[in-house]
């Protein structure tokens, strides 16, 4: 089993910055791939941000230049800066994760229970 623990979320005035954190556990093997997706009230949930074991980032137009993804390896986290936030980044941010389960040898696509992000004056 492996378990993904989201923090950092809140209340942040427009131009502000949030730092979310995920934290994997469990029977891991290897993570290969993190993405942070994000849906606000009403709207379908969206990939924000992807990371790809090697180095490959990936970040949807809206938010390019302004949120960076990164990862500790050794502490199987990954983080997602979050800078020059507006009202319309206002949402719940998930991490997902493509991770090798240490005891089967299969890959397991797991989720965060999400965190919100609210960005208001």
């Known amino acids: 089993q492996v378990q993904l623990v989201e923090s950092g979320g809140g209340l942040v005035q427009p131009g502000g910055s949030l730092r979310l954190s995920c934290a994997a556990s469990g029977s891991i093997f290897s993570i290969y791939a993190v993405n942070w997706y994000r849906q606000a009230p009403g709207k379908q949930r969206e990939l924000v941000a992807r990371s790809i074991s090697g180095g490959s980032t990936n970040y949807v137009d809206s938010v390019k230049g302004r949120f960076t993804i990164s990862r500790d390896n050794a502490k199987n986290t990954v983080y997602l800066q979050m800078n020059s936030l507006k009202p319309e980044d206002t949402a719940v941010y998930y991490c997902?994760?493509?991770?090798?389960?240490?005891?089967?040898?299969?890959?397991?696509?797991?989720w965060g229970q999400g965190t919100l992000v609210t960005v208001s004056s």
């Open positions: 997902n994760e493509d991770i090798v389960d240490i005891s089967t040898g299969k890959l397991l696509d797991a």
